[in-house]
């Protein structure tokens, strides 16, 4: 039987003596969307950092395709791609730029797909335009570019869909099931119900802890 992408075991998270979560313990396959759910402060953008490598503050283990992610560092975070819940956009850059920028620093984005990408999200005509002149919405769409035009094998995302319109919701929705067809996988938090997505795996953390 081949080995989960990631496996996650006996995770235990506190903030501030409150016990975010414990015991939690999954398995993400490959081609697998894991939506985590809960309410405002339970601990999912805590959580999403903690899985992409940004916070060591927890006790438990991870594997990467079975092996300890502390060994696997490099492969790990070249497959990976997180999106914060920060845009990530910088203001006094075009959308161009900021792609550029993305581009520069992580090795699975490409940078000839810029242009699609800025055109997937709906910013044809923007590219050139700086981005502290964009809605929120649009610097939103400039983040979510990112998407259209990586081959990361994880993409790790909080909250993909704040300041996002209706059309843009269904347009990401429709890229993140080509995503998992495709045998990458997704784990998200949003407050949104995902109707296009396909199947979604949940772990909902106040169920977890019995709030
Ligand atoms: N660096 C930190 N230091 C201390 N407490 C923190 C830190 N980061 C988060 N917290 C606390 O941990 C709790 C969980 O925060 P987190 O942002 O993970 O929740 P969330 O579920 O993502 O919330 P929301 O739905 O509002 O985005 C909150 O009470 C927050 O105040």
Known sequence: MSKPLLAVVDLFCERDERTLFEA?????????????????????????????GLSNDFEGAMYWCGEPIALAK?????????????????????????????????PALSAD??????????????????????????GRRVSLARLYMNTARLW???????????????????LLASHVRSGGSVILTTHHDLTACGPVTKINLDQLMGT
């Open 24 to 52: 939690l313990s999954f398995e993400l396959a490959a081609g697998e969307l894991l939506q985590i759910e809960g309410a405002n402060g339970s601990g999912k953008t805590t959580l999403l950092r903690i899985l992409s």
């Open 113 to 138: 797909k810029i242009l699609p990408a800025l055109e997937a999200v709906g910013l044809k005509g923007y590219e050139d335009v700086p981005c502290h002149s964009l809605s929120a919405g649009q």
């Open 156 to 174: 790790i995302l909080d909250e993909p869909f704040t300041a996002i319109d209706k059309h843009g919701v269904i347009a990401k929705e429709a």
């Open 74 to 106: 490099d492969d790990f975070l070249s497959s990976l791609l997180y999106f914060g819940h920060q845009p990530g956009v910088k203001g006094v850059l075009t959308p161009v730029e900021n792609l550029q920028w993305y581009a520069a620093i992580h």
